[in-house]
T-cell receptor, first 115, second 112 residues
Framework: EPEVTQTPSHQVTQMGQEVILRCVPISNHLYFYWYRQILGQKVEFLVS????????KSEIFDDQFSVERPDGSNFTLKIRSTKLEDSAMYFC?????????????FGQGTRLTVV | SQQGEEDPQALSIQEGENATMNCSYK?????LQWYRQNSGRGLVHLIL?????REKHSGRLRVTLDTSKKSSSLLITASRAADTASYFC????????????FGKGMKLTVNP
């Protein structure tokens, strides 16, 4: 069964460093997302991406964050200058169509630890 | 606004028993989705129920939706130890939003 894959599974970084989290969505999907889950808290929406551009972003997704789909398969989340509070589990998801009609398929997540 | 709050927050049952989780939401929805998360792992989609549906089944899972009460329930019948996980409801708010708004989740423990 096709699945969303994320790398790395765990990343430790120094505060102020840039990190890039990588995702390979399911190949025929059109909508791509990043969510995060701080330990013990809710899963929070960060950004949605459709037709090679951001379609929606949350208040969390400030200028420190950016997304790219550099080729036909990868979807990346970059955090330019990490803060301690960026420590969380980051999930990539993809949909064949909009979440208003179909479920999202999530990756296993990248655990980001900022020290 | 907050959507999707599960109730209870935690539930511990014996294998073979049924588990019922409730979710309430505040605004109108197109659909409501239930997800499972094993400890430290990704979210796995369980069931999507549309706003014009009242009940849906998938294997041992039964989901109901009451749009007049803005609530949904997930019933797992004949639970197994492998059902031990956190369960979340999530909704895409009406109005064309692409995001899923998740509840805090409910931790289910099924004891062998």
């Amino acid at each position: 069964e096709p699945e969303v894959t994320q790398t790395p599974s765990h990343q430790v970084t120094q505060m102020g460093q840039e990190v890039i989290l990588r995702c390979v969505p399911i190949s025929n999907h059109l909508y791509f997302y990043w969510y995060r889950q701080i330990l013990g808290q809710k899963v929070e929406f960060l950004v949605s991406f459709y037709n090679n551009e951001i379609s929606e972003k949350s208040e969390i997704f400030d200028d420190q964050f950016s997304v790219e789909r550099p080729d036909g398969s990868n979807f990346t989340l970059k955090i330019r200058s990490t803060k301690l509070e960026d420590s969380a589990m980051y999930f990539c998801a993809s949909n064949p169509w909009t979440v208003m009609n179909t479920e999202a398929f999530f990756g296993q997540g990248t655990r980001l630890t900022v020290v | 606004s907050q959507q999707g709050e599960e109730d209870p927050q935690a539930l511990s049952i014996q294998e073979g028993e049924n588990a019922t989780m409730n979710c309430s939401y505040k605004t109108s929805i197109n659909n409501l989705q239930w997800y499972r998360q094993n400890s430290g792992r990704g979210l796995v989609h369980l069931i999507l129920i549309r706003s014009n549906e009242r009940e849906k089944h998938s294997g041992r899972l039964r989901v109901t939706l009451d749009t007049s009460k803005k609530s949904s329930s997930l019933l797992i019948t004949a639970s197994r130890a492998a059902d031990t996980a956190s369960y979340f409801c999530a909704t895409p708010p009406q109005g064309g939003s692409e995001k899923l708004v998740f509840g805090k989740g409910m931790k289910l423990t099924v004891n062998p």
